[in-house]
Antibody, heavy 120, light 113 residues
Framework: EVQLVQSGAEVKKPGESLKISCKGS????????IGWVRQMPGKGLEWMGI????????KFSPSFEGQVTMSADTSSNTAYLQWRDLQASDTAIYYC?????????????WGQGTKVIVSS | DIVMTQSPDSLAVSLGERATINCKSS????????????LAWYQQRPGQPPKLLIY???TRESGVPDRFTGSGSVTDFTLTISSLQAEDVAVYYC?????????FGGGTRVEIK
């Protein structure tokens, strides 16, 4: 069974850094693109970008490029989303999700979400 | 970027009745070389992550009840729930994956009348 398990909720202050994780199991982690999706409080889904763990190739939404870093570690089957300078506007739930097959495909498995609260 | 526009924003349907959700893309998401529409539908129940219902515009994901049907092509797409059940109360999103960024529609909230 394919599973994506995300790290727990975080409460941070503006200006702090943060790295959240998404651990895959039940499939060959290196061979499937992993994406990140933001959901701000009470709002819809926003596609942030995707990473191919096999070679760390990435595709970013222009809205998020330069604001976050995506990475992946095939030795631990874990993908990461990182911020260097959090802002209150980063408060949201962040989901990781696996694409079905190729780099142009739907998300067929989702993590449970990581809630990030940024507040002074 | 391709903009995805869903309508309506919300709808209330009686149990057992049909619900219809529309999604329009700002440009074609039909890839001519394989004749596939790069369009997916997701269901997000309250407090849950999204769940894939439909991909390639009309292919039902494994385990999804057959009351969910996706249709349409090029720029205009529809998700139909043929006979609404209580467990279908959720927000539904379309998403294209034709070209990066793979944007989502704004969502349609489905409630019981």
């Amino acid at each position: 069974e394919v599973q994506l398990v995300q790290s727990g909720a975080e409460v941070k202050k503006p200006g702090e850094s943060l790295k959240i994780s998404c651990k895959g199991s039940g499939y060959t982690f290196s061979k499937y693109w992993i994406g990140w999706v933001r959901q701000m409080p009470g709002k819809g889904l926003e596609w942030m970008g995707i990473i191919y763990p096999g070679d760390s190739d990435t595709k970013f939404s222009p809205s998020f490029e330069g604001q976050v870093t995506m990475s992946a570690d095939t030795s631990s089957n874990t993908a990461y989303l990182q911020w260097r300078d959090l802002q209150a506007s980063d408060t949201a739930i962040y989901y990781c999700a696996r694409q079905k097959f190729g780099d142009y495909d739907a998300f067929d498995s989702w993590g449970q979400g990581t809630k990030v609260i940024v507040s002074s | 970027d391709i903009v995805m526009t869903q309508s309506p924003d919300s709808l209330a349907v009686s149990l057992g009745e049909r619900a219809t959700i529309n999604c329009k893309s700002s440009q074609s998401v039909l890839y001519d070389s394989n004749n596939r529409n790069y369009l997916a539908w997701y269901q997000q129940r309250p407090g849950q992550p999204p769940k894939l219902l439909i991909y390639w515009a009309s292919t039902r994901e494994s385990g999804v009840p057959d009351r969910f049907t996706g249709s349409g092509s090029v720029t205009d797409f529809t998700l139909t729930i043929s006979s609404l059940q209580a467990e279908d109360v959720a927000v539904y999103y379309c998403q294209h994956y034709y070209s990066s960024p793979f944007t989502f529609g704004g969502g349609t909230r489905v409630e019981i009348k």
